[in-house]
């Protein structure tokens, strides 16, 4: 199983940014999604996820609103949409399939 991330940068607040988590060797619509992610001398956290068929998705308290998770079983590929971008929001961010399956990372920084 392969994941990758990609799509971070350097952004200033309020900007927005989508980022993209590209699976192959699995069979993708059988697992739920997810992204976490990791700020410096933080543990890594879950941001959202979202089932197998893209219906229910699930948010923390800090991004509900501003970000949007989705998915496309067809290109084995799922995003994280991000508006209202704030300074606490720089991390790594991580994505995830069905559990075990982890991206690389990509970095996003919001600095004015």
């Known amino acids: 199983v392969l994941l990758q991330a990609y799509g971070g940068g350097l952004l200033q607040p309020g900007g927005f940014l989508r980022l993209s988590c590209a699976a192959s060797?699995?069979?993708?619509?059988?697992?739920?999604i997810g992204w976490f992610r990791q700020a410096p001398g933080k543990e890594r956290e879950g941001v959202a996820c979202?089932?197998?068929?893209?219906?229910?998705?699930h948010y923390s308290d800090s991004v509900q609103g501003r970000f949007t998770i989705s998915r496309d079983n067809a290109k084995l590929t799922f995003y994280l949409q991000m508006t209202s971008l704030k300074h606490e929001d720089t991390a790594v961010y991580y994505c995830?399939?069905?559990?075990?399956?982890w991206g690389q990372g990509t970095q996003v920084t919001v600095s004015s």
């Open positions: 060797g699995v069979r993708f619509r059988e697992h739920a």
């Open positions: 979202i089932d197998r068929s893209g219906s229910v998705a």
């Open positions: 995830n399939l069905g559990g075990p399956w």
